[in-house]
């Protein structure tokens, strides 16, 4: 099975940028990854997906403003602009799912925090 660890989260105000990583231990060219969040009292939902084509699906709030990449080996990134403080969440990555459901393999997330 295959860990994902993700990083690059913080404390950000609003407005600002923040980058995203997920290293994968082992190459995850033939995964689909995904991007989730969790905010506190509310259910985990998905923020953007990526297949191994390139083929990107966003969940509307992310649109224009969030951008995810890969490199093909075990890498996946989530470029996010103009944070909102509704953007507040832990960050999860995710594989061996589908562009709309999750698949088994769960990082431990990685914290966002938007300050007003």
């Known amino acids: 099975q295959v860990e994902l660890v993700e990083s690059g989260g913080g404390l950000v105000q609003a407005g600002g940028s923040l980058r995203l990583s997920c290293a994968a231990s082992e190459r995850i060219s033939t995964r689909i990854i995904g991007w989730y969040r969790q905010a506190p009292g509310k259910q985990r939902e998905l923020v953007a997906v990526?297949?191994?084509?390139?083929?990107i699906r966003y969940a509307d709030f992310a649109k224009g403003r969030f951008t995810i990449s890969r490199d093909n080996a075990r890498n996946t990134y989530l470029q996010m602009d103009n944070l909102k403080p509704e953007d507040t969440a832990v960050y999860y990555c995710?594989?061996?799912?589908?562009?709309?459901?999750?698949?088994?393999?769960w990082g431990l997330g990685t914290q966002v925090t938007v300050s007003s």
């Open positions: 995710n594989s061996g799912g589908t562009t709309y459901r999750s698949g088994p393999n």
């Open positions: 990526i297949t191994t084509g390139g083929t």
